[in-house]
Nanobody
């Protein structure tokens, strides 16, 4: 079992920045992927960014160049630095811990990010 605790959401004006954090605890095994997904009202949950335990990263096209994902393996924590925020970034952001073997997903409770125009 893995527990995820998120922090860092809030309200910000367009062009501003926010930093999300997600700390994982419990049965943390090597060989995992930590990432952030988001879900806006009336839309499906979508991948924002993810980072493998070895450091490889993937980003959604819509956030490339604006968001940066990073992780501290010693703390089992993943961060999402969000710069140049846009109103269309408004969503509930969910932390995800994907265990590779066997494949299983754990989710955080979600944190609201609201970007005003």
């Amino acid at each position: 079992q893995v527990q995820l605790v998120e922090s860092g959401g809030g309200l910000v004006q367009a062009g501003g920045s926010l930093r999300l954090s997600c700390a994982a605890s419990g049965n943390i095994f090597s060989g995992n992927i930590m990432g952030w997904y988001r879900q806006a009202p009336g839309k499906q949950r979508e991948l924002v960014a993810r980072i493998y335990s070895g450091g490889v990263t993937n980003y959604a096209d819509s956030v490339k160049g604006r968001f940066t994902i990073s992780r501290e393996n010693a703390k089992n924590t993943v961060y999402l630095q969000m710069n140049s925020l846009k109103p269309e970034d408004t969503a509930v952001y969910y932390c995800n811990f994907h265990k590779l073997i066997p494949s299983y997903d754990y989710w955080g409770q979600g944190t609201q990010v609201t970007v005003s125009s």
